[in-house]
């Protein structure tokens, strides 16, 4: 069973940045099985959402239309973590964000980040706010 820790984040200023990284334990040493992993969100009062997703091998990227361009997701599998890199940080921003990975089958499948297709996404951290406000 994975695990999924996230941190970063915090209360930032219109137009910052700010990096969030997860942790990813549990992936063990293995031809059989891969994991794509994303980064989700949720406003207060809105549906949580995908912004990004990355596949296995780490070179094939997702966004959500409104994010692209100002965030960028990476993976290191040699420490099994995940990022987002959040720039020109807007107030819409604001929410919950939580990590998430997916057990796949192909190593250059990103997942989905459609509404529909959340419960592709087996594995889920406990989330850390995202406060950008002046």
């Known amino acids: 069973q994975l695990q999924l820790v996230e941190s970063g984040g915090g209360l930032v200023q219109p137009g910052g940045s700010t990096r969030l990284s997860c942790s990813v334990s549990?992936?063990?040493?293995?031809?059989?099985?891969?994991?794509?992993l994303g980064w989700f969100r949720q406003a207060p009062g809105k549906e949580r959402e995908g912004v990004a997703c990355?596949?296995?091998?780490?070179?094939?990227?997702k966004y959500l239309p409104s994010v692209a361009g100002r965030f960028t997701i990476s993976r290191d599998n040699v420490k099994n973590t995940v990022c987002l890199q959040i720039d020109s940080l807007k107030p819409e921003d604001t929410g919950v964000y939580y990590c998430?990975?997916?057990?796949?089958?192909?190593?250059?499948?990103?997942?989905?980040?459609?509404?529909?297709?959340?419960?592709?996404?087996?594995?889920w951290g406990q989330g850390t706010q995202v406060t950008v406000s002046s």
């Open positions: 998430a990975a997916a057990r796949v089958y192909l190593s250059d499948y990103a997942g989905s980040l459609d509404p529909s297709d959340l419960r592709e996404w087996n594995y």
């Open positions: 549990g992936i063990a040493k293995s031809t059989s099985d891969y994991y794509a």
């Open positions: 990355v596949s296995s091998h780490g070179r094939t990227t």
